[in-house]
């Protein structure tokens, strides 16, 4: 048995850490392990087969709209790990953020403003526990996208597919 591991998250985060993961999981599983990395996409585009579907991947790292896209499909082709390494994003780093974004009002209620990630925080409970994770996790996304496009006068029409906000996410 082979493990093929998939990264949609390198090079924001380095491959060696990914590497790691990987080296880890063939010792502690004793199976053979591969690691591919897409630095293209954050998550499997839609307009094409999802690796999983496709049986290309076993286990991979992508961003929360990609999880969302893929955990409303049925039947769905994922399954949620609950962990998620946070690392703060060097391309960032020193960027001011928007004037008033940390007090921006972002749904659901639960979420919150860390001072520390600099960004916008939704406990994994409060998805995993509502009576809708995925209209939870695409609010969450959608508000936070909001405050930090208005606050930061991002031009939401070149951003946007005819005036729907929610394709942007």
Known sequence: MTLRVLTYLAPSIPL???ELVVERLRRVLGVGATLRAEARHSGPPPDIPDPFSADEADLAFLCSPSFAWLSGMRPSPIELVPAAPVFLEPRTAGRPEPAGFPEARV???AAFYSGELREFVLPYDVVRESDSPDDTLLDFLQTTY?????LGK????SLERAGDSRNAV
């Open 16 to 18: 060696g850490l990914f």
């Open 107 to 109: 749904r659901p209620g």
């Open 146 to 150: 909001e405050a930090a496009a208005d």
């Open 154 to 157: 991002w031009d939401r029409t």
